[in-house]
């Protein structure tokens, strides 16, 4: 029986991950990863930490890394984290919903909403 390596991601001085999958999906051009961070006495990690820390492990810059998405465990101090590095800019934008590109890179995203106005 083979055994699993885990891989470590040092995040912060008081968060560490383990990458508990790690999906090479050639056919979309993008490598999923689910990592359980551990940040017992602090708060839940940054989405701008997190893409720091992945991309400085994994080798990739950090424009084509993507967090889908933080679940933190209530009063655990366990977030569990679903992220994604694309190969190119191009299968990002087309595979990724553009609110998430936004949320990972800072930039805000305008919502049609009910006070967008109509044009005629």
Known sequence: MSEVQQTKIKISEKAEGIVERDIKNN???????????????????????????????????????????????YGAGISYVRANIYNDKKTLQEFEPQYLIGRDTGQKVKKGGKGAQKQG
Do not use: W
């Open 27 to 73: 056919v979309i051009g993008r490598r999923e990863l689910y990592i359980k961070v551990f940040h017992i006495g602090s708060g839940t990690i940054s989405r701008k930490d997190m893409i720091k820390a992945i991309a400085s492990s994994y080798g990739a810059q950090e424009d084509l890394v993507v967090i889908k998405k933080i679940h933190t465990l």
